[in-house]
């Protein structure tokens, strides 16, 4: 590429440097027959024709000392070390002098201190004229060029004599024109440049030294370089037609610059190049006969021409103190500074350079913000010139900086939904979208019809998810790409999408169903909750299978059944769900249901009572539908069964509700029984004239209700119909087991318009006859009663008036003869004095006829008592205006309830006498 098609800038200021005391250009370089020139470590070295040394610093203050005799003809300033390096003549005709300084020591006069001097000797040590210097930064290598070809190698230490040696290296035809040092890791590597090849040595070798010719042409003295890349600095050489870059294995790229090159120099990553003006610029002094030359600043990495400018006749230049320094042979000294890159960039924005401006600002390590600036102006360029792709591409390199509505806004013309598309994919590859975002781009997609990039985008399972993934969902589902919102749904577990998808747009209720069979427990329950309903309406059969599976014990279908976590012998938790609560998905599907609930109570008989509840409710319900005789019986017979289940847990009430409601005889029967609801077994009976049956529960259920025969003969005394035989049952019951008085018998019978004296006869004869016998007995206990009483008072009066003959001769507690002291009772008992203190804590009473006769003083004791409760009772009734409080009352104290007072072992289970009842005569 020749050097006129790179964009020119002058991106550096050119300016004489003046001297900062007289405030006028610089001109004492004047007085200076300068041969060579050199900067580094904060200085410039100049050496000229008469042998001296000059230090420069940046206050343009010049130090100067002889070092030689005649002149100084080369210089080399380390980087790394403060060691200057200079080659001169102190005499005619003889090999010039090496020597080396230590500018860190200065001696007794002020000036540097050399620590080496050595003589530059060609291989034939014949005097010539030395044309190159190089010298290693590790101070163990330095190479000296002859003009006859020869290169002589200094191996050591570079500061002293005697840890050095040296030895030719190269032996040529050739005057040596250039010698550079480059390090490739553990190796040295030399170039060695003629004006006819270009040839590397290695150093390093254990053997000898190694050479290798990189080319067949070389360069001119001085227009040989090693450039201060910091990735891979190269050897770079000017010839006539271009500038080559070469490598320790060969030549690499080269640069087209036309034009005699005089001298190669670096700086800050420009080449600079000083060559002689081929436009014939006039001279800017008539009576000085200088060479106009240009001095021209290349940016290789951006490929432009940074700074091109005439300079009369280029003696050096020189880089420091962050500026170049030329010194041209008119005696001045002219500064190129280098613009700084916000004004670089300036200029390349007003020529509307905004690919030069971003390449530049990289080079120079622009922060991110201001190339984030910069993508966006020339974005900004690109669009308003109608070159949307470009524009787009440049907006792109802006995310996460600049704000993705200023360029959405842009592009929100149909027309331009290519160019919007690229750029949300683009965000989305960032992770910088947002849902808004997510959803513009699928609607580009959409839009675009474009299936393959939906794909790439949302259908990919190993692609990093880059975008709000429920948005995607909704976008597609929306734009009917059903199979892509399922896609989603399903790799990232949104399990309510993926449902609904399935059951309100495809209607595909069979994968519905078989999704939710794969969730996990939680998951499913949640779904079939949401969704019972729909898919017990469209899939019944597969749905009842499914809720079966969650009310019993729970496995996802696309799991084992054996799960290998459990096989170490840790149990498997069960996992199941209340059947009651999925009862109301089974609307207007009794079938499924009642097969569902004869599931549950089968595998779970602890079933909650709602199970139970619901399946009798279905039960009763079909027997009523039900028309086939077969049909109805099997039902009933499945019906009872469950009422009778011992199992079972239906709530009684309820179930006698429904069994009412269904008007199911038998479960009615059977609940008034489990309820021990006697009466109402017998009203039923009573309701639908069943005498049979009203007979029988009363035997049935006599024992645990006596007054469900008097309501019996009630019944049947109401009956227009002849109940004679039933009538004369009770009878005999009720005189059997004395449940009424006569008197009330004869005055119920009396109302009956069948119940004639025959009924009645035998029952009254009975009773009569039974009578009769009782007053017969009490009369003979009252005379029986009359004999003992005067028997009884005899004997008291004659306790009380005449003595009592004790001749019992034994005790009656230890049952030995009698001795003194002894004690007698009246009623034949005698004890030992010490037997009847030991036996009895009562002086008054005897250890023997002592528990009797506590039984009869409790007998007559609570005989008072309830005669003295009874009279009270019916004095308050009679008193009250509210009755029935005061018998509540009385209820609750337990005053109605029959007492038992049960003595001990010896003696007979004695009753008390029931009260009298307080409601009537009966």
Request: one cysteine or more; glycine letters at 4%.
């Amino acid at each position: 590429m020749a050097f006129l098609q790179w964009r020119r800038f002058n991106f550096f200021d050119k300016e004489i440097v003046t001297d900062p005391d007289e405030n006028k250009p610089f001109d004492k370089l004047k007085e200076l027959n300068i041969s060579a020139c050199v900067s580094g470590r904060g200085q410039v070295v100049l050496g000229d024709f008469e042998g001296s040394l000059h230090f420069m610093n940046r206050q343009l203050r010049v130090n100067s000392f002889k070092a030689y005799g005649i002149r100084v003809s080369h210089l080399y300033q380390l980087k790394q070390h403060n060691i200057l390096v200079t080659i001169g003549e102190d005499e005619e005709g003889i090999n010039p002098l090496i020597k080396v300084w230590n500018l860190d020591k200065p001696d007794k006069f002020g000036s540097p201190t050399c620590t080496r001097i050595v003589r530059a000797l060609p291989g034939n040590n014949k005097p010539t004229p030395v044309t190159c210097l190089a010298v290693h930064e590790n101070l163990n290598h330095m190479v000296v060029g002859f003009e006859n070809g020869s290169v002589v190698l200094f191996r050591g230490d570079v500061t002293r004599d005697r840890h050095s040696k040296q030895r030719t290296i190269h032996d040529g035809p050739h005057p040596i024109t250039g010698l550079s040092f480059k390090s490739s890791g553990r190796q040295t590597i030399l170039f060695v440049v003629t004006e006819h090849v270009t040839m590397a040595m290695n150093l390093s070798a254990k053997d000898k030294d190694t050479k290798e010719v990189l080319d067949q042409h070389g360069c001119k003295l001085r227009c040989s370089i090693m450039s201060d890349m910091t990735q891979d600095n190269q050897l770079v050489l000017g010839r006539q037609d271009a500038v080559y870059f070469y490598q320790p294995d060969g030549r690499g790229p080269c640069l087209v610059f036309e034009g005699e090159k005089l001298q190669l120099h670096w700086f800050r990553g420009y080449l600079v190049v000083v060559g002689k003006d081929s436009k014939g610029i006039p001279r800017p002094m008539a009576n000085q006969n200088l060479d106009m030359h240009i001095v021209t600043v290349y940016d290789i990495q951006n490929k432009f021409i940074a700074c091109s400018v005439p300079i009369p006749e280029v003696i050096d230049v020189v880089s420091e103190w962050g500026a170049l320094y030329i010194i041209s042979g008119d005696g001045k000294m002219y500064l190129l500074q280098e613009k700084d890159t916000q004004t670089k960039l300036e200029m390349l924005f007003k020529k509307n350079l905004y690919q030069v401006a971003i390449n530049l600002a990289k080079s120079q390590q622009y922060d991110q913000e201001g190339l984030i600036d910069i993508f966006r102006q020339y974005g900004d360029h690109l669009y308003s010139k109608g070159d949307h792709d470009g524009a787009i591409a440049q907006y792109i390199k802006t995310i996460g900086k600049l704000e993705a509505s200023y360029v959405i806004r842009k592009f929100l013309d149909a027309q331009r939904i290519h160019n919007l598309t690229a750029y949300l994919q683009a965000l989305h590859k960032a992770q910088q979208a947002t849902e808004d975002h997510t959803t513009l781009l699928l609607n580009c997609y959409t839009k675009l019809k474009d299936v393959s990039k939906l794909d790439e985008f949302i259908m990919t399972k190993d692609r990093e998810i880059d975008f709000d993934v429920e948005t995607a969902i909704k976008v597609c589902r929306q734009a009917a790409y059903y199979d892509h919102a399922l896609f989603l749904a399903e790799l990232h577990n949104k399990h309510e999408w993926y449902l609904r998808i399935q059951l309100e747009s495809i209607k595909n209720y069979q994968k519905a169903l078989d999704y939710i069979g794969k969730l996990d427990f939680m998951e499913a329950e949640s779904n079939l909750k949401r969704y019972g309903k729909v898919l017990m309406a469209e899939v019944p059969q597969e749905t009842t299978e499914l809720l079966k599976r969650l009310c019993t014990d729970y496995r996802p279908s696309n799991k084992p059944l054996v799960d290998m976590n459990t096989l170490g012998g840790e149990v498997p938790k069960i996992q199941r769900a209340n059947a009651d609560e999925f009862i109301h998905i089974f609307v207007n599907n009794s079938q499924r249901l009642t097969e569902f609930l004869e599931h549950m109570v089968k595998v779970q008989p602890n079933s909650p009572a709602l199970v139970y509840n619901t399946l009798l409710e279905l039960y009763l319900h079909c027997i009523v539908h039900e028309t086939d005789i077969s049909s109805k019986t099997e039902r009933e017979r499945k019906t009872l069964d469950l009422l009778q289940n011992p199992d079972a847990g239906y709530d009684l009430d309820q179930a006698l509700v429904l069994c009412q409601m269904n008007n199911f005889k038998a479960g009615i029967l059977y609940l008034y029984e489990k309820a021990r609801l006697y009466q109402q077994i017998l009203r039923y009976h009573m309701e639908h004239n069943e005498y049979v049956h009203v007979i029988d529960t009363c035997k049935r259920f006599g024992d645990k209700d006596q007054n469900l025969w008097t309501q019996a003969l009630a019944y049947f005394a109401r009956k227009e119909e002849n109940c004679k035989t039933h009538m004369m049952e009770v009878l005999s019951q009720i005189d059997k087991k004395n449940l009424l008085p006569p008197l009330i018998v004869i005055q119920t019978l009396a109302t009956s318009s069948t119940a004639t004296l025959a009924v009645v006869k035998d029952y009254i004869t009975r009773r009569l006859q039974y009578e009769s016998d009782q007053i017969a007995e009490d009369q003979r206990l009252i005379n029986q009663y009359r004999e003992e009483t005067e028997k009884m008072r005899k004997q008291i009066e004659e306790l009380k008036t005449s003595a009592k003959i004790f001749q019992v001769s034994k005790c009656s507690a230890c049952g030995y003869g009698l001795e003194l002291p002894s004690v007698h009772f009246l009623c034949q008992h005698s004890y030992h004095q010490h037997c009847f203190e030991s036996y009895s804590d009562n002086e008054a009473e005897c250890p023997v006829c002592l528990p009797e006769n506590r039984k009869l003083l409790d007998i007559i004791r609570a005989q008072e008592q309830s005669k003295d409760l009874h009279e009270q009772f019916h004095h308050q009734l009679e008193r009250s205006t509210d009755g029935f409080s005061v018998v509540a009352d009385y209820f609750g104290r337990g005053v109605f309830k029959t007492a038992q007072f049960v003595p001990e072992n010896t003696g007979p289970r004695i009753s008390k006498p029931e009260p009298l009842n307080p409601f009537g005569d009966f």
